[in-house]
């Protein structure tokens, strides 16, 4: 046995676990959630940014507001606008000098200065909210009052000043001072429908804006911050402080001298009358319309800027309102009404069909409704010369004689119908020439028998009556409705040597960038041998001279024919002369009857006469 003592080994040390180092999966899951929430984040400022509805504004060129379409008169002079919002975008070249530093001075005299937010305005609007309790004041800069009107609504909340903010600096960025100023003087609303200072200069002053007065100038200035409480038109007082409050800020800002400021608001201003030449021109503005969108879309006719040169002349327009107003008021007081009637006019160029004046009621500003163009009437006798006209082409003689004595006609119901000339008496054996120059009844209605419906309609549809006429037999009265409008350039056939040309309202387009539109140009018909037409005319001169249209006398060289519907209802003269061609329709919307004795000459031809007198008067 060993001596040597037995060595116990000691028991072995339990290392305690080592940390684990920060591994590259955790590192690797911290980082996923911080960039997903990062790109939550930024989707959601994204989604609210797109939410926005922003225009995509990197220039001026790319400013693509709603602008009125503007309406020429044949002479070139602008007689009324088309539009949703009243707009004429202008160039800063097309403005006056003074006109920019107006606006500046009285709404943002540090603009030039700030990148788009004026700190110190914002402050001092908080302050004064603060201590009125109310979000009255905004300090928005001009920038700011871009971005508002482009990109924004209305509501007055930190959250929209807050987006409005970040916008205005993000526009400030993009765009040059001149660029965002030109945007905002065409932007901006400045009370009674106006959009812009070009539309305001003519709305306020009937004039464009490079025209503009430094008083105007001023006034126009001071509409921004409230355009109905400074409107000079409603608040004449309250318009004239602020002008002098705009011209001390621009002495201030030593855009112009003390001397000057006092003159302009001493100078005397002229306020256009609102909505006179509405009044006058609106009817005709509204076909104008109507024949655009159909052709271009409504997106050109409200975005493109489009000059629209017509064949309207101004004078004519005004005369034949006038003239139709005068004659209403006459029926009116003749039968000592409640009720004035309503009416309307159209006159064309005999040798073109081109529209030289169109109303379509009593006053625009009351009723809108287009009574040349869309009220289908009964024309009553007016229709006869193209029953007539029909059978002369047939070879049937002016001289040829019919019997017009009592008739009794079968209907296919059994019923009968036995039609009377309008004063209830018969004549016997009647001329054709005579029987139109009278306007017996009994006589037309036998010519459509022997002539026939087809033919007839036929030369209506060439003569450009569109309207769908009844192949009955009270086709010869009138009885099936047609519009005023085409019916007065059915007549140009017999004025002018038996050619048709569709009544024409436009001449000529041209968009915001000086482009040509193209614009078709109606065709020229011969509906009419020559040699027939002449007889038409020679027999509807006698109308005047001798028969029914006597009330129309005293116009050279004039023939036409008078047309009276069931009861007095419609009351219609149409006639022309080598230059004008001109159509009058009254009566009531309601259908109602005119009054006893009201007929096609006794209200209608005095109209007529009274238009073509003064239409002659150069």
Same mark, same amino acid.
């Given at each position: 046995m060993s001596t040597k003592a037995t060595r116990k080994k000691k028991p072995a040390r339990k290392r305690a676990p080592r940390k684990k180092p920060l591994g590259h999966t955790s590192i690797n899951l911290f980082f996923i959630c911080i960039s997903g929430l990062a790109t939550l984040c930024i989707g959601i400022a994204l989604? #609210? $940014? &797109?939410?926005?509805?922003?225009?995509?504004?990197? +220039?001026?060129?790319?400013?693509?507001p709603l602008v009125a379409t503007a309406v020429l008169d044949r002479n070139g002079t602008v007689i009324d606008a088309i539009y949703k919002q009243y707009r004429i975008v202008i160039s800063k070249r097309q403005m006056p000098p003074l006109l920019s530093g107006a606006f500046v001075a009285a709404e943002d005299s540090r603009y030039f200065e700030h990148g788009g937010l004026d700190i110190w305005s914002i402050l001092r609007a908080a302050v004064n909210n603060l201590r009125s309790g109310k979000r009255s004041q905004g300090g928005s800069t001009i920038t700011q009052q871009v971005t508002r009107a482009l990109m924004l609504s209305r509501e007055k909340t930190y959250c929209r000043k807050l987006t409005e903010a970040i916008l205005a600096y993000r526009l400030d960025?993009?765009? +040059?001072?001149?660029?965002?100023?030109? *945007?905002?003087? %065409?932007?901006?609303? &400045?009370?009674?429908?106006?959009?812009?200072?070009?539309a305001a200069a003519r709305t306020y002053f009937s004039k464009k804006a490079k025209d503009l007065t430094l008083a105007e100038i001023a006034i126009l200035a001071g509409l921004p911050q409230s355009p109905s409480r400074y409107s000079p038109v409603q608040h004449w007082e309250a318009a004239k402080a602020r002008q002098r409050y705009v011209l001390n800020r621009m002495a201030e800002e030593k855009m112009i001298s003390t001397a000057s400021a006092r003159k302009a608001y001493a100078r005397k201003l002229h306020l256009n009358s609102s909505g006179k030449q509405k009044a006058i021109s609106g009817y005709f503005t509204d076909y104008v319309r109507v024949q655009l969108a159909k052709h271009y879309g409504e997106q050109a006719l409200y975005r493109e800027g489009l000059t629209v040169w017509t064949t309207l002349d101004s004078r004519l327009q005004k005369t034949a309102t006038n003239a139709l107003r005068q004659g209403l008021h006459n029926v009116q007081k003749r039968e000592n009404s409640k009720y004035l009637p309503q009416g309307a006019l159209v006159a064309l160029d005999t040798a073109t069909g081109n529209i030289r004046a169109l109303v379509g009621g009593a006053d625009y500003r009351k009723s809108s409704y287009n009574r040349a163009v869309v009220a289908k009437r009964q024309p009553g006798s007016v229709f006869k010369p193209l029953i007539y006209a029909a059978a002369f082409e047939q070879g049937?003689?002016? !001289?040829?004689?019919?019997?017009?004595?009592?008739?009794?006609?079968?209907?296919?119901? !059994?019923?009968? #119908?036995?039609?009377? %000339?309008?004063?209830?008496? $018969?004549?016997?054996?009647?001329?054709l020439r005579e029987a139109l120059i009278q306007s017996r009844n009994i006589i037309t209605i036998k010519l459509l028998k022997k002539t026939g419906l087809r033919p007839v309609i036929k030369l209506a549809r060439k003569a450009g009556i569109s309207t769908e006429l009844k192949p009955e037999l009270p086709l010869a009265l009138g009885a099936s409705p047609v519009t005023l409008l085409e019916m007065t350039g059915a007549y140009t056939v017999f004025a002018n040597q038996g050619l048709y040309h569709q009544p024409? =309202?436009?001449?000529?387009?041209?968009?915001?960038?000086?482009?040509?539109?193209?614009?078709? %140009?109606?065709?020229?018909?011969?509906? &009419?041998?020559?040699? *027939?037409?002449?007889?038409?005319?020679? *027999?509807?001169?006698?109308?005047?001279?001798?028969?029914?249209?006597?009330?129309?006398?005293?116009?050279? !060289? =004039?023939a036409g024919k008078t047309g009276t519907s069931d009861d007095n209802r419609d009351a219609w003269f149409i006639g022309y002369t080598k230059e004008?061609?001109?159509?009058? #329709? &009254?009566?009531?919307?309601?259908?109602?009857?005119?009054?006893? !004795?009201?007929?096609?000459?006794?209200?209608?031809?005095?109209? #007529?006469?009274? $238009?073509?007198?003064?239409?002659? *008067?150069?």
């Amino acid at each position: 046995m060993s001596t040597k003592a037995t060595r116990k080994k000691k028991p072995a040390r339990k290392r305690a676990p080592r940390k684990k180092p920060l591994g590259h999966t955790s590192i690797n899951l911290f980082f996923i959630c911080i960039s997903g929430l990062a790109t939550l984040c930024i989707g959601i400022a994204l989604a #609210w $940014f &797109l939410a926005l509805d922003i225009p995509d504004i990197r +220039s001026a060129d790319d400013y693509r507001p709603l602008v009125a379409t503007a309406v020429l008169d044949r002479n070139g002079t602008v007689i009324d606008a088309i539009y949703k919002q009243y707009r004429i975008v202008i160039s800063k070249r097309q403005m006056p000098p003074l006109l920019s530093g107006a606006f500046v001075a009285a709404e943002d005299s540090r603009y030039f200065e700030h990148g788009g937010l004026d700190i110190w305005s914002i402050l001092r609007a908080a302050v004064n909210n603060l201590r009125s309790g109310k979000r009255s004041q905004g300090g928005s800069t001009i920038t700011q009052q871009v971005t508002r009107a482009l990109m924004l609504s209305r509501e007055k909340t930190y959250c929209r000043k807050l987006t409005e903010a970040i916008l205005a600096y993000r526009l400030d960025r993009l765009l +040059s001072k001149d660029e965002i100023l030109t *945007i905002y003087l %065409n932007e901006i609303y &400045l009370g009674e429908g106006a959009y812009g200072v070009e539309a305001a200069a003519r709305t306020y002053f009937s004039k464009k804006a490079k025209d503009l007065t430094l008083a105007e100038i001023a006034i126009l200035a001071g509409l921004p911050q409230s355009p109905s409480r400074y409107s000079p038109v409603q608040h004449w007082e309250a318009a004239k402080a602020r002008q002098r409050y705009v011209l001390n800020r621009m002495a201030e800002e030593k855009m112009i001298s003390t001397a000057s400021a006092r003159k302009a608001y001493a100078r005397k201003l002229h306020l256009n009358s609102s909505g006179k030449q509405k009044a006058i021109s609106g009817y005709f503005t509204d076909y104008v319309r109507v024949q655009l969108a159909k052709h271009y879309g409504e997106q050109a006719l409200y975005r493109e800027g489009l000059t629209v040169w017509t064949t309207l002349d101004s004078r004519l327009q005004k005369t034949a309102t006038n003239a139709l107003r005068q004659g209403l008021h006459n029926v009116q007081k003749r039968e000592n009404s409640k009720y004035l009637p309503q009416g309307a006019l159209v006159a064309l160029d005999t040798a073109t069909g081109n529209i030289r004046a169109l109303v379509g009621g009593a006053d625009y500003r009351k009723s809108s409704y287009n009574r040349a163009v869309v009220a289908k009437r009964q024309p009553g006798s007016v229709f006869k010369p193209l029953i007539y006209a029909a059978a002369f082409e047939q070879g049937l003689s002016p !001289g040829l004689q019919l019997v017009d004595a009592p008739l009794v006609i079968k209907n296919h119901n !059994g019923t009968s #119908w036995q039609p009377q %000339n309008y004063n209830h008496k $018969f004549y016997g054996p009647t001329s054709l020439r005579e029987a139109l120059i009278q306007s017996r009844n009994i006589i037309t209605i036998k010519l459509l028998k022997k002539t026939g419906l087809r033919p007839v309609i036929k030369l209506a549809r060439k003569a450009g009556i569109s309207t769908e006429l009844k192949p009955e037999l009270p086709l010869a009265l009138g009885a099936s409705p047609v519009t005023l409008l085409e019916m007065t350039g059915a007549y140009t056939v017999f004025a002018n040597q038996g050619l048709y040309h569709q009544p024409r =309202a436009i001449t000529r387009v041209r968009d915001r960038q000086g482009r040509v539109r193209p614009w078709p %140009n109606p065709q020229t018909k011969q509906v &009419l041998p020559p040699k *027939i037409a002449k007889t038409m005319t020679t *027999i509807l001169t006698e109308v005047i001279r001798q028969g029914t249209g006597k009330q129309a006398r005293g116009i050279p !060289g =004039a023939a036409g024919k008078t047309g009276t519907s069931d009861d007095n209802r419609d009351a219609w003269f149409i006639g022309y002369t080598k230059e004008l061609t001109a159509g009058v #329709w &009254l009566g009531h919307d309601r259908n109602r009857s005119l009054g006893r !004795g009201e007929t096609g000459g006794r209200a209608a031809a005095p109209v #007529w006469k009274l $238009f073509m007198q003064q239409a002659e *008067i150069k």
